[in-house]
């Protein structure tokens, strides 16, 4: 049973340019929701998506996109990067029916560095 | 957003009884305590959670009070590989509502 998988692992930008951060769920999950961790800080809350739609987001810029497809797959896109981008990208995958008693799964991340 | 209180670091020996705290004062009573840890450069893992009632799985034991304003994740044995920032979690709101707000967790030392 896979757990949740994101590619790349590790991706250096340059200022100004756009990326996208992929994300598959754990078997069974149809809740996708990425958070933004700086080094030394916990994770922070970016946006969370259910079928196929943005449902509610954290304090981001618009910046900041995302999309879920049919498969329950995402993507976060960032277009331009600012230095304060780099971070380590975090997807969780979880399922809608459990609610709140439904755990998060987390994905071990993309480290975005940018320069 | 009900907010957790944890302190900073604890330390432990490696076999013994890890026991961190957390404070949550202003849980509301639908509001879920969850344990998250995280090993440096990895993604958090799951480890717990719990409404009311006591838990314990395979990985670790929760207690909660009888009020609900605290709770103790307990560790049986620690061993070297519990080394890890622990997130006490407080989930708010449910289903479309409900999401994770991570404080700056307990970095728990497992020390041989």
């Known amino acids: 049973d896979a757990g949740v998988t994101q590619s790349p692992t590790h991706l250096i930008k340059t200022r100004g340019q756009q990326v996208t951060l992929r994300c598959s769920p754990k078997?069974?999950?149809?809740?996708v929701s990425w958070y933004q961790q700086a080094l030394g800080q916990g994770p922070q809350f970016i946006f969370q998506?259910?079928?196929?739609?943005?449902?509610q987001r954290g304090n981001f810029p618009d910046r900041f996109s995302g999309h879920q497809f049919p498969n329950y797959s995402s993507e976060l896109n960032v277009n331009a990067l600012l230095l304060g981008d780099s971070a380590l990208y975090l997807c969780?995958?979880?399922?809608?029916?459990?609610?709140?008693?439904?755990?998060?799964?987390f994905g071990n991340g993309t480290r975005l560095t940018v320069t | 957003d009900a907010k957790t209180t944890q302190p900073p670091s604890m330390d432990c020996a490696e076999g013994r009884a890890a026991n961190l705290p957390c404070n949550h004062s202003?849980?509301?009573?639908?509001?879920?305590v969850y344990w998250y840890r995280q090993i440096h450069s990895q993604g958090p893992q799951y480890i717990i959670h719990?409404?009311?009632n006591n838990e314990t799985n395979e990985m670790a034991s929760l207690i909660i009070t009888e009020d609900r304003k605290s709770s103790t994740l307990i560790l049986p044995h620690a061993t070297l590989r519990d080394t890890a920032v622990y997130y006490c979690?407080?989930?708010?709101?449910?289903?479309?509502?409900?999401?994770?707000?991570f404080g700056k967790g307990i970095t728990l030392s497992v020390r041989p």
């Open positions: 202003t849980i509301s009573g639908n509001e879920y």
């Open positions: 979690i407080v989930r708010v709101g449910a289903g479309a509502n409900s999401k994770l707000t």
């Open positions: 078997s069974g999950h149809d809740t």
């Open positions: 998506y259910y079928e196929e739609e943005e449902r």
């Open positions: 719990g409404l009311k």
């Open positions: 969780a995958s979880s399922l809608e029916a459990g609610g709140a008693n439904s755990p998060l799964h």
